[in-house]
């Protein structure tokens, strides 16, 4: 699944062909994403200006102007994938395409395709504030802001007595710290994954805290080199392989100090933790 650095970087790919660019026709072929898209979405799209792309949390939003400012919000869900393609080298047309919004850039005319087998993406049209938006208002900081420190994790912590990894992945705490982000970053500030949250110190969630965004900035520049798999190509989307000290490594020796790491759940997703570094 697409986590924030991939996110961030189908952003970074979008970005310099679609800024200024003018959505000339939208056609929507199988509405049924995680939530329907709406009747009136084609509609409210055409004929807009693309400002530019922010992302929050997992979620791409297409700043549009208009009478109207507003936003295409975007999620890639499981399985979904953005290309873009010339109009004079449109591919045909494959099963998952879904959406088609096709682009006059200063580069041509353009189709930016989204294609999602499982169709747990989902694409919605909104003006006005981004609070206003019930999948926007109850988000976290993001981790790579100087929103996110020890400090706050700590202090929102207190009352907090499940795991520390279980609170790491909340969003409502903070964004885009997905499993192989927080099974990482645990490891690297060296704190046990069941750790109740009210039980990590000041020192170490400001340890923690610096390891996750290490971790997050070390996917978003390994994404870099993967730019073009990741959103030109019209093939599955790429996932970003990162030279991992525990994620999906159970088993095997710690990398630190080689006793087999151990695996266990929380909230149903796989932990991986090493017992000698991990407390
Ligand atoms: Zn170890």
């Known amino acids: 699944m697409p986590e924030l650095p991939e996110v961030e970087t189908v952003r970074r790919g979008l970005e310099p062909l679609l800024n200024s660019a003018r959505i000339t026709a939208v056609v929507v072929r199988d509405r049924r994403l995680r939530w329907p898209v709406a009747e009136d979405f084609e509609a409210s799209l055409t004929g807009r200006w693309i400002r530019h792309i922010e992302r929050r949390s997992k979620y791409l939003l297409f700043r549009l102007t208009g009478p109207q400012p507003g936003t295409l919000l975007a999620h890639l869900g499981m399985t979904g994938s953005f290309t873009t393609h010339r109009v004079t080298a449109l591919p045909e047309i494959r099963t998952h395409d879904h959406v088609d919004i096709r682009l006059a850039t200063q580069d041509g005319d353009y189709v930016l395709r989204y294609n999602d087998p499982r169709r747990f993406g989902s694409m919605h049209f909104f003006s006005g504030e981004d609070g206003s938006q019930p999948l926007l ?43 192989i982000y927080a099974n990482e970053s645990l490891f690297r500030a060296g704190i046990h994954p069941s750790r109740p949250a009210n039980r990590v ?79």
């Open 137 to 179: 208002a109850e988000l976290g900081p993001e981790p790579l802001t100087d929103a996110l420190t020890g400090e706050y994790l700590y202090r929102e912590t207190r009352r907090r007595t499940g795991p520390i990894k279980q609170a790491l992945m909340d969003n409502t705490l903070v964004v885009g710290v997905g499993n």
């Open 201 to 279: 110190s000041l020192a170490r969630y400001e340890r923690l805290v610096r390891e996750v965004k290490a971790v997050l900035a070390e996917a978003i520049a390994a994404g870099g080199s993967t730019l073009r798999d990741f959103v030109n190509t019209a093939g599955e989307p790429g996932y970003f392989q990162l030279d991992y000290f525990v994620y999906g490594r159970d088993g095997q020796p710690c990398r630190v100090c080689a006793t087999p790491l151990r695996l266990m759940r929380h909230g149903g997703r796989a932990t991986v933790f090493c017992p000698t570094c991990q407390r």
